[in-house]
T-cell receptor, first 116, second 116 residues
Framework: GNSVTQMEGPVTLSEEAFLTINCTYT??????LFWYVQYPGEGLQLLLK?????DKGSNKGFEATYRKETTSFHLEKGSVQVSDSAVYFC???????????????FGQGTILTVHP | GAVVSQHPSWVICKSGTSVKIECRSL??????MFWYRQFPKQSLMLMAT?????????EQGVEKDKFLINHASLTLSTLTVTSAHPEDSSFYIC????????????FGEGSWLTVV
């Protein structure tokens, strides 16, 4: 079955530091990959996505590249802000356009805290 | 843009009672919706796939008689937690998939359930 593994948290950084949150996956076929962010007490917001190998998703200074050869989708940001403090989830779904598309498998989440 | 709305945002109920959570797609038709559960400081686990006009498909280990899902229209799916117990207290969140090619997944804001 599908699985997603994220780096252990929590991650604590100073403002303007470089961020990397590792994510690797196991899936059959060619999944679509996502990063979601969850702020305290809120639901999920899509941060970025990539639907095929070598695609780079980007949003709000965050980037992640779909690496099929290493089955990875690591999240990076060059300079984090206090407002980036949240929980980040890596997720995948199989078969874009197929009937199972949308059934997301989530990683365990990584808590990010950014200090001024 | 597309919006998925959940109601109520939070609810407290007594043990043994039932509680219904609604998930609505506000400006698109969603033939398929998904229900997830999130325990505090943990990841999201898929509970079931809700299909308009047909029975929901439950994930292994999810009690279908306890978590009743109804998808009576193209814009509404409901999750009813029957005979709730304190261990059912959790964050429940739905997502909806747009139809057609390039379909996209949108999440609701989530519903906090506390059973006392």
């Amino acid at each position: 079955g599908n699985s997603v593994t994220q780096m252990e948290g929590p991650v604590t950084l100073s403002e303007e530091a470089f961020l990397t949150i590792n994510c690797t996956y196991t899936a059959t076929g060619y999944p679509s990959l996502f990063w979601y962010v969850q702020y305290p007490g809120e639901g999920l917001q899509l941060l970025l996505k990539a639907t095929k190998a070598d695609d780079k998703g980007s949003n709000k200074g965050f980037e992640a590249t779909y690496r099929k050869e290493t089955t990875s989708f690591h999240l990076e940001k060059g300079s984090v802000q206090v407002s980036d403090s949240a929980v980040y989830f890596c997720a995948l779904t199989s078969n874009a356009g197929g009937t199972s598309y949308g059934k997301l498998t989530f990683g365990q989440g990584t808590i990010l805290t950014v200090h001024p | 843009g597309a919006v998925v709305s959940q109601h109520p945002s939070w609810v407290i109920c007594k043990s043994g009672t039932s509680v219904k959570i609604e998930c609505r797609s506000l400006d698109f038709q969603a033939t398929t919706m998904f229900w997830y559960r999130q325990f505090p400081k943990q990841s999201l686990m898929l509970m079931a796939t809700s299909n308009e006009g047909s029975k929901a498909t439950y994930e292994q280990g999810v009690e279908k008689d306890k978590f009743l899902i109804n998808h009576a229209s193209l814009t509404l799916s409901t999750l009813t937690v029957t005979s709730a117990h304190p261990e059912d207290s959790s964050f429940y969140i739905c997502s909806a998939r747009t139809a057609g090619s390039g379909n996209t997944i949108y999440f609701g804001e989530g519903s906090w359930l506390t059973v006392v």
